[in-house]
């Protein structure tokens, strides 16, 4: 079975379209196949770890990442509803520094995202209710974490309008904006 990887206009963040098999009864997915994600995308990744949550609308949960040594790339998916989902580059040293990019992942569109290491990552929930998936490559460890400010205007997010303010966690209102947070080199 093969899928489709788009890199981005963060070339290093790629779009992924599995193959879907449907028909009257339903449909047929991979939704993780090693050889075919490392043919499509040019990575050979361990995925050590994967984390399910579900949001309500309008919940808004990043931008997140996590600093060396136990920086994680993300493969993201959405199993139920639909959310907006969010990378950011955070490598000082990247032309692209600053820069994001955002596509509507789905129950229906099947889409995934590669957030590789370097990058925060966010989401907004635009369904009445998201049940999201990731995989990632570390472990989750609390003193690596870090965040950027959702609504940072150095970045220039493009949030959708879900009809409500945005529900945040207390850190994620707290977040630094990109120029005080803490980067990638």
């Known amino acids: 079975m093969s899928l489709k990887a788009t890199p981005t206009a963060l070339p290093e963040v790629f779009l992924i379209e599995p193959r879907v098999f449907g028909d009257a009864r339903g449909f047929f ?6 050889q075919a994600f490392n043919a499509a995308t040019g990575n050979s990744l361990p995925f050590v770890q994967d984390n399910h949550s579900r949001s309500s609308r309008g919940v808004l949960r990043g931008l997140h990442f996590q600093l060396p040594p136990h ?19 955070l490598r000082r040293s990247s032309p692209r520094f600053g820069q994001w990019v955002g596509f509507e992942l789905s129950a229906d569109n099947h889409r995934q995202m590669w957030i590789p290491p370097g990058f925060a990552h966010g989401f907004l929930v635009l369904s009445e209710s998201a049940d999201f998936l990731y995989k990632t490559t570390d472990f989750y460890s609390p003193q690596s974490e870090g965040a950027v400010r959702w609504d940072d ?10 009809g409500v303010a945005p529900l ?7 977040a630094p904006v990109l120029g005080e947070s803490k980067a990638f080199e």
């Open 29 to 34: 997915t991979e939704s993780w196949n090693e």
């Open 153 to 162: 205007p150095a970045i220039g997010i493009q949030w959708p309008d879900v």
């Open 71 to 89: 920086a994680q790339g993300k493969l993201v998916r959405v199993v139920s509803g639909a959310v907006f989902d969010v990378a950011v580059d």
């Open 168 to 174: 945040l966690a207390d850190k994620d209102r707290v």
